[in-house]
Nanobody
Framework: QVQLVESGGGLVQAGGSLRLSCAASGRSFSSAVMGWFRQAPRKEREFVSGIRWIGINTYYADYADSVKGRFTISGDSAKNTVSLQMNSLKPEDTAVYYC???????????????WGQGTQVTVSS
């Protein structure tokens, strides 16, 4: 059974930084894509960033326009981990952040097969 376990998150002031990490486990895990979505209260889950493995520790990365230049995603294919470094955080970044895994790098959450339990990120003004 595949599990995605997130760590990081918390409370930070606007302009600050946080780092989220996600580790995938399970003998059957072979997803080509890992990424992050977020969901704020009363809003739909939205794509934040994702990577598609193209080689050992080599990947293509994609970002939502709202986080480009502020967030950086990275991954380790040997460890099945993905991290999201979030800088220059804004109050509108406040949400529950979910790690995801699948085989298509897409901004649509319906294309992902596995999800973490979510971690809260709160940015105060």
């Amino acid at each position: 059974q595949v599990q995605l376990v997130e760590s990081g998150g918390g409370l930070v002031q606007a302009g600050g930084s946080l780092r989220l990490s996600c580790a995938a486990s399970g003998r059957s895990f072979s997803s080509a894509v890992m990424g992050w979505f977020r969901q704020a209260p009363r809003k739909e889950r939205e794509f934040v960033s994702g990577i598609r493995w193209i080689g050992i520790n080599t990947y293509y990365a994609d970002y939502a326009d709202s986080v480009k230049g502020r967030f950086t995603i990275s991954g380790d294919s040997a460890k099945n981990t993905v991290s999201l470094q979030m800088n220059s955080l804004k109050p509108e970044d406040t949400a529950v952040y979910y790690c995801s895994a699948g085989n298509v790098l897409s901004s649509s959450y319906g294309t992902y097969d596995y999800w973490g339990q979510g971690t809260q990120v709160t940015v105060s003004s």
